[in-house]
Nanobody, 125 residues
Framework: QVQLVESGGGLVQAGDSLRLSCAAS????????MGWFRQAPGKEREVVAA????????YHADSVKGRFTISRDNAKNTVYLQMNSLKREDTAVYYC??????????????????WGQGTQVTVSS
């Protein structure tokens, strides 16, 4: 088991930046691939970014490429999502997720067994 707690969400204006954090506890953090997902009202949950256990493999969705960056600090048991140049369409609940490392498709929601409660990000124009 691993417990995940997101923080850093909030209400910002278009063009602003936010950094989301996800703190993990319960098991060795470096044994998990990590992902950030988001879900807007009336839409399905979608992958935003993902990173493998060691940080050497990263994925960013086309919609956020060049604006968002995923990173992790295994010493702090934390994964981050730096979000720059925010747009109204980035408004959603953002979820952190963990998958036991080992050949996962980082982009697939079904790879992730552990989920945080989510943090709301609202971008106003």
């Amino acid at each position: 088991q691993v417990q995940l707690v997101e923080s850093g969400g909030g209400l910002v204006q278009a063009g602003d930046s936010l950094r989301l954090s996800c703190a993990a506890s319960g098991r060795t953090f470096s044994r998990f691939d990590m992902g950030w997902f988001r879900q807007a009202p009336g839409k399905e949950r979608e992958v935003v970014a993902a990173i493998n256990w060691g940080g050497g493999i990263k994925y960013h969705a086309d919609s956020v490429k060049g604006r968002f960056t995923i990173s992790r600090d295994n010493a702090k048991n934390t994964v981050y999502l730096q979000m720059n140049s925010l747009k109204r369409e980035d408004t959603a609940v953002y979820y952190c997720a963990a998958a036991v490392a080992g050949g996962n498709n980082l982009r697939s929601i079904s790879s992730y067994a552990y989920w945080g409660q989510g943090t709301q990000v609202t971008v106003s124009s």
